[in-house]
C-alpha cells in the first residue's frame, strides 16, 4: 500500500517530455492520495486536544480542552468533536459525516439538547478548527497531480496538489507536502476558486501511532486568512476507542429528519 518513489524517477515523471511518463506521473499522484485515504481508517479512535487560539489582535482567549471521536471507512466518516473546557465549551459539541456521495454535513449540539446544522467549512469553538479539513476530503478527489519534492524540518516530502471542480466546496484546491513513510501530510495548504489562501496547516512535531512505520501530528499549527493562529497539541490518545451506540446519534438523528422530509 505504501508508495516508494525514488527522486530521479519522480523528476522524469514530471518533465512532461514523454507521455508514458506523464500518463505515470498521474496514475502515482492517485496511487499517494489513495494510501493517505486509506492511512486513516480506522473502526474507532479518540484524541484529546489542549487547543491555544491567538486572534489578530493578538488577543488569547481561555486555552481548549476537546475530545475528538471517529470512525473512518472507505463508504463513510464521521467525527464528534466535543468540548471539555472552559465552561462556554463544555456543553457543545459537532458532529460531521462524510458518506460514499462525498456529501459533508454536520450538526452542533448545546446544552438541553439544542441540535442544529451547521456549516461543515465553518470554525469551531471560535478557534482556527475547522471539521471538513478533519476529513481531509480532497485525498478522495479526482485530479490529483505530484509537484516534486520538498523538505521541512529535516524530512522529504513530496508535493501533492488535489483538486476539484465541485462548485459547492469552497476549497477547490489542496496543496500537501506528504511524508511517504510516514503517511502524514507535513504542510498542508487550502486555496478557494480564484486560488487565495484560506488555511495553511503545519505539523511541528509527530508521534508514531501504533501500527509500524504510521505516524500521526503531536503538534500542529493552523493560520487562516483573518490571521488568527491555532495551536494544537494531542495530550491523549486510544487507537482502539469503543463506538457505542448513541456516539453519532446526532447524525443519526439528522439522517432521519431528512428521511422523514421525502416521504
Known amino acids: 500500500m505504501m ?3 525514488v527522486a530521479a524517477v519522480l523528476l522524469c515523471l514530471l518533465s512532461g517530455i514523454d507521455t508514458v511518463y506523464a500518463a505515470d506521473a498521474a496514475a502515482s499522484a492517485n496511487a499517494v492520495a489513495e494510501s493517505m485515504r486509506e492511512a ?10 489542549n487547543v ?31 468540548g471539555i473546557s472552559p465552561e462556554a465549551a463544555r456543553n457543545r459539541s459537532y458532529a460531521v459525516e462524510r458518506g460514499s456521495d462525498g456529501r459533508i ?10 441540535q442544529n446544522e451547521f456549516d ?54 489542496v496543496e500537501s507536502c506528504v511524508d511517504q513513510q510516514a503517511k502524514l501530510s507535513l504542510k ?10 484560506i488555511r495553511a496547516t503545519t505539523v511541528g512535531k509527530v508521534m508514531r501511532k501504533g501500527d509500524a512505520g504510521t505516524m500521526a501530528a503531536k503538534k500542529l499549527t493552523i493560520r487562516d486568512a483573518a490571521k488568527m493562529l491555532t495551536e494544537i497539541e494531542v495530550y491523549a490518545g486510544d487507537e482502539q476507542y469503543e463506538i457505542s451506540a448513541d456516539t ?6 439528522l ?3 431528512e428521511q422523514q422530509k421525502t416521504k
Open 52 to 82: 491555544f487560539v491567538t486572534r489578530a489582535s493578538g488577543a488569547h482567549p481561555a486555552p481548549l480542552k476537546l475530545a475528538v471521536i471517529g470512525q473512518i471507512s472507505a463508504d463513510r466518516q464521521r467525527l464528534v468533536i466535543r
Open 188 to 197: 498542508t495548504r487550502l486555496f478557494d476558486s480564484r486560488h487565495v489562501l
Open 120 to 173: 461543515p467549512y465553518a470554525r469551531m469553538f471560535d478557534s482556527g478548527l475547522v471539521a471538513c479539513d478533519m476529513l481531509s476530503p480532497w485525498w478522495g478527489w479526482p485530479k490529483q497531480f505530484l509537484e516534486g519534492m520538498e523538505q521541512i524540518d529535516g524530512r522529504d516530502c513530496l508535493k501533492l496538489r488535489s483538486m476539484t471542480d465541485d462548485e459547492k466546496s469552497p476549497i477547490r484546491e
Open 248 to 253: 453519532f446519534a446526532a447524525l443519526d438523528k
Open 3 to 5: 508508495l516508494r518513489i
Open 105 to 114: 454535513r454536520g450538526v452542533e449540539s448545546r446544552a438541553a439538547g439544542e
Open 40 to 49: 486513516i481508517f480506522s473502526e474507532g479512535f479518540e484524541a484529546r486536544l
Open 255 to 257: 439522517t432521519h429528519n
